[in-house]
C-alpha cells in the first residue's frame, strides 16, 4: 500500500464508538485520553483491546499501573471527547469532573456515558507507533440506553436508539 493518507481516507470511512481511557499513576495526577480503537477481543476469558500511541503518557501509565478504565461516551458528551484528545491544549481535562474511583481498578471512571469497562492489563504488543494493550475486563457497567457518541469522516455525530 502506498500512503498514509490511503489508510486514513478509508478509515475515516470506518464509523466507531468513542471512549475515553482513563487511568491512575503511582505518581502524578489522573490521566484520560480519548480513544476509538477499542475492540472485543474474547468473551471466555473476557478481553478487549486497546490502541494507544507511543509517546502518550497514557502509555506509560497503563504499563507501570497495570489496570484502566474505558469509558464508553454518550452523544451529549462531544466536549469530553474533545477535551481528552488535547483541545483546548494545556487545559487540565479532569477540571470540574466529578469522577469516582473504580471499584476494581481504582481507576477514575467519568459520570454519565453509555457504560464503563475496568480492565487489567494482561498483555501488550508492538504496533508501529501505537501499542496494543489487551485487558481481561474485571468489571463492566452499562447505564440506561441512550442516543451515542459516533466518529465518522472525522466529525462526531449522534447516534439514535
Ligand atoms: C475520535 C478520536 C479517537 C482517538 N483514538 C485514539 C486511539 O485509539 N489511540 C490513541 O493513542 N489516540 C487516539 N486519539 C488521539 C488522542 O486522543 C490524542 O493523541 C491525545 O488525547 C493527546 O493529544 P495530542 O496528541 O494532541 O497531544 C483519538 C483522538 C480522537 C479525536
Do not use: W
Not at 474474547?42 to 507511543?54: M, R, Y
Amino acid at each position: 500500500m502506498g500512503e498514509a493518507s490511503d489508510l486514513r481516507g478509508v478509515m475515516r470511512r470506518f464509523a466507531t464508538g468513542i471512549t475515553v481511557v482513563t487511568a491512575r499513576p503511582a505518581a502524578g495526577p489522573p490521566l484520560g485520553v480519548t480513544v476509538n480503537s477499542l475492540t472485543s477481543v474474547s468473551l471466555e476469558p473476557p478481553l478487549v483491546l486497546i490502541c494507544i500511541a507511543n509517546y502518550l503518557r497514557m502509555h506509560a501509565a497503563i504499563h507501570n499501573a497495570g489496570h484502566y478504565a474505558v469509558n464508553l461516551l454518550d452523544a451529549g458528551q462531544e466536549p469530553l471527547s474533545r477535551r481528552f484528545a488535547g483541545q483546548p491544549a494545556g487545559r487540565d481535562p479532569f477540571a470540574g469532573l466529578k469522577v469516582a474511583p473504580g471499584p476494581a481498578t481504582g481507576a477514575p471512571l467519568l459520570p454519565a456515558g453509555l457504560g464503563h469497562l475496568e480492565c487489567r492489563l494482561v498483555a501488550s504488543y508492538p504496533g508501529g507507533d501505537h501499542t496494543i494493550f489487551l485487558g481481561e475486563v474485571l468489571a463492566a457497567a452499562t447505564s440506561a440506553e441512550q442516543p451515542a457518541l459516533v466518529y465518522y469522516l472525522s466529525r462526531y455525530h449522534e447516534l439514535r436508539t
